[in-house]
């Protein structure tokens, strides 16, 4: 088997406010096998400032990849402990590798076009009429379940936001998630938590900033809002870590990036260790292009899961791929008379 990868910058749309600042662009690695006349692929998506593997040596890693491919599973998976995202874009293209088809990788009811994935309508941060002029779009489209991405702009402008769409859709009509993406001081926390729980949301991402843990533990046992924890997982890379670290906090749920908590393997790790102290969990993408979209889609879907997830179809960006994967009615569906075009070159 012979390996070797490729840098390219994907470029979005229009400027994103993300909890890491305005992108403009994101940049992303993939990953090409070739062994016996077939080719495979996966990203290895680096997300800057915010994966684990954000080091000054991770294309030298990319290299020991590239020149030691064939070596044991296991021993690569040791190797790449560190590095969530090369873990990510190996396992996806040894996966594609072994498929019929290259972007076939867990072929299913929804590969087949049958089933759709439910998944929530993301609501990126800006001005309150942004926001709400997003909200309403993704209403007349049919999803059911919003993410509103908060702590951007004024919390009382927030809370009245939540206060109008409350007034017009009930929780039966529509189930309301946010984002905090760490933004609450831990002094004022728990009263935000109070205020925010008046308007029946589904749950909180992320209240405050990852690493006060002991703080955290304390919001999670008095929360009037399930908590999700996101940005917390990050740089947990060992299963006795997840578990012991989970159990020690004890949030309601966990949101899991396969690119950024090791691929496949991690996302199992989180997974067994939500559920060992009954905590609920979904998946939730993170700036991948399509190629990595579609593998996670598929992977999820397998998993047979019930409720909403993060995903969507990489419309963010200009030079993305052409893709299978498309939304209808808040589920995202997969178009089976469809290929991933993935001709991408040095």
């Keep these: 088997m012979k390996a070797r990868y490729i840098k390219y910058i994907l470029h979005f749309k229009q400027p994103a406010g993300t909890s890491r600042g305005i992108l403009t662009t994101k940049e992303t690695y993939f990953l090409i096998l070739e062994d016996a006349g077939k080719t495979g692929y996966g990203e290895c998506n680096l997300f800057k400032g915010l994966s684990s593997d954000d080091v000054t040596d991770y294309e030298e890693k990319l290299n020991w990849l590239v020149q030691h491919i064939n070596l044991k599973p296991e021993e690569i ?103 905090a993406n760490g933004a609450f001081a831990p002094e004022e926390a728990m009263e935000k938590l109070k205020r925010l729980s008046e308007f029946d949301l589904h749950s909180i991402e992320q209240p405050v900033k990852a690493g006060q843990l002991e703080i955290l533990a304390q919001l999670c046992e008095q929360t009037p809002l399930p908590i999700a924890l996101d940005e917390e997982l990050i740089g947990y890379n060992h299963l006795f870590d997840k578990q012991k670290f989970l159990s020690y906090i004890g949030p309601q749920y966990i949101i899991i990036k396969p690119a950024l908590h090791g691929g496949f393997t991690g996302t199992k790790g989180w997974i067994e260790a939500a559920e060992s102290i009954q905590a609920g969990w979904w998946i939730t993408s993170a700036l991948e292009s399509n190629v990595g979209l579609n593998a996670i889609a598929q992977y999820t879907y397998q998993l047979g899961v019930t409720v909403p997830q993060g995903l969507g179809t990489g419309g963010l960006f200009t030079n993305n791929f052409s893709s299978p994967l498309y939304i209808e009615n808040g589920e995202l569906w997969y178009k089976p008379e469809k290929t991933l075009e993935f001709n991408v070159e040095e």
Excluded: C
Aim: hydrophobic fraction near 40%; charge should be neutral.
């Design 77 to 179: 998976l040791f190797e790449l402990r560190d590095y969530p995202s090369i873990i990510f874009g190996w396992e996806t293209a040894l996966q594609s590798l072994k498929a019929e088809q290259p972007h076939l990788l867990y072929p299913s009811g929804f590969t087949e076009g049958k089933t759709g994935i439910p998944i929530n309508g993301l609501i990126w941060m800006g001005s309150k009429e942004f926001m709400f002029s997003q909200i309403k779009e993704k209403l007349k489209v049919g999803f059911k379940v919003i993410k509103l991405k908060i702590g951007a702009i004024n919390f009382q402008d927030e809370l009245d936001l939540l206060k109008y769409i409350r007034s017009q859709f009930s929780p039966e009509d529509i189930e309301i998630r946010v984002d």
